[in-house]
């Protein structure tokens, strides 16, 4: 008989081959969609119209469902670092399916992410699951979680109001950011949902708490901004970039979240803590590595553009004086 940790970890997995597909199926739709209308980049929503968009939109919901069920039979320590697979195979389907080469420095800047980001995992601390929404409610409304809600979406506000304006089209972390922070939250309100549902099945009935609805709703919210501007990261930048920056911090961030809701870093020794910013620091150079491996594109493509241009004005010049009269 299969045993619960071994169904966490068929659905983990089968969640990331899903979640990792979807990110080049809706790339692709993206660029069809493009090719017919405004970018999603730019404010337009016409892959809403393409067939092909709405496969990786449904082939990440099954992703997502996979990964969901998966914390209910196997721990967070066994699910989550398994999500660093999607990173893998977004990758090497962008390379093959999308042609966007990810070069060296990018293969190690990928690597970097993902140690960091299993590093920072298997040291966070060992969440407490309530046992009624209501307890979940109380957890949610102590001061140090709502100081991190506030601070969130003080961040997204001013990420969408002032920096998408400005940067939006030139760094991936504007986009990537805001749904970080709101799949954070996300995470916290259907973890709510979640127990709700299971409470219910085993005949404690939680559908008619207020409270129950409430994360109903955020997560709704959340879930349709992490779309929109998911989408605006795909249709700007490299997927290959998108996908382990986008892995990090939402991973980084749903596991501060956690933390500071169910206070599970009371007990922690030095050396799990140090474990955890050594995490930190790999991550963030990974980051970095991804970074300049994008500006190295941006540049070596400007250069292709520059040249391509030199030479159109030369083939021009030269066909004039051909033609001039003077000859």
């Known amino acids: 008989m299969v045993s619960d940790n071994e169904m966490g970890l068929v659905l983990a997995v089968?969640?990331?081959?899903f979640i990792g597909s979807s990110f080049i199926l809706k790339k692709k739709g993206l660029k069809r969609a493009a090719a017919n209308g405004t970018r999603a980049g730019f404010g337009g929503y016409?892959?809403?119209?393409?067939?092909?968009?709405?496969?990786?939109?449904?082939?990440m919901t099954f992703g997502e469902i996979a990964n969901f069920?998966?914390?209910?039979?196997a721990p967070a320590v066994l699910v989550t670092p398994l999500g660093a697979l999607s990173i893998i195979i977004s990758a090497v389907l962008a390379h093959f399916l999308?042609?966007?080469?990810?070069?060296?420095?990018?293969?190690?800047?990928c690597v970097c992410c993902i140690v960091g980001s299993v590093m920072i995992v298997i040291h966070a601390p060992q969440e407490q699951t309530p046992n009624s929404v209501d307890e979940?409610?109380?957890?949610?409304?102590?001061?140090?979680?709502?100081?991190?809600?506030?601070?969130?979406?003080?961040?997204?506000l001013a990420l969408i109001l002032y920096c998408e304006p400005l940067c939006g089209q030139t760094n991936v972390l504007v986009y990537i950011g805001i749904c970080s922070l709101m799949g954070s939250l996300t995470v916290m309100s259907i973890k709510a949902v979640g127990i709700a549902i299971k409470l219910t099945l085993e005949g404690i009935n939680q559908i008619w708490y207020l409270e129950t609805w409430f994360f109903v709703m955020v997560a709704t919210i959340c879930v349709?901004?992490?779309?929109?501007?998911?989408?605006?990261?795909?249709?700007?930048?490299?997927?290959?970039?998108v996908s382990p920056i986008y892995y990090v911090m939402f991973t980084t961030l749903t596991i501060v979240a956690s933390a500071i809701m169910f206070k599970d870093w009371n007990g922690q020794n030095t050396e799990s803590i140090a474990s955890g910013v050594c995490g930190f620091i790999t991550v963030l150079t990974g980051t970095v590595i991804l970074h300049a491996t994008r500006e190295e594109e941006q540049a070596s493509s400007s250069g292709r553009m520059r040249w391509q241009d030199s030479g159109k004005s030369f083939d021009e010049e030269h066909l004039t004086s051909l033609y001039s009269p003077e000859y």
């Not at 089968?14 to 081959?17: E, H, K, L």
């Not at 999308?98 to 800047?109: A, I, N």
């Not at 979940?136 to 997204?156: D, E």
């Open 14 to 17: 089968s969640s990331s081959v």
């Open 46 to 59: 016409t892959y809403l119209f393409e067939p092909l968009w709405w496969v990786g939109l449904v082939t």
């Open 69 to 73: 069920v998966a914390y209910v039979y």
């Open 98 to 109: 999308l042609d966007e080469k990810l070069r060296k420095m990018g293969v190690w800047g």
């Open 136 to 156: 979940i409610w109380k957890l949610a409304m102590q001061p140090a979680f709502l100081l991190y809600v506030a601070i969130s979406m003080s961040i997204v």
């Open 224 to 241: 349709v901004m992490q779309m929109i501007y998911l989408n605006k990261a795909l249709d700007t930048f490299n997927a290959a970039i």
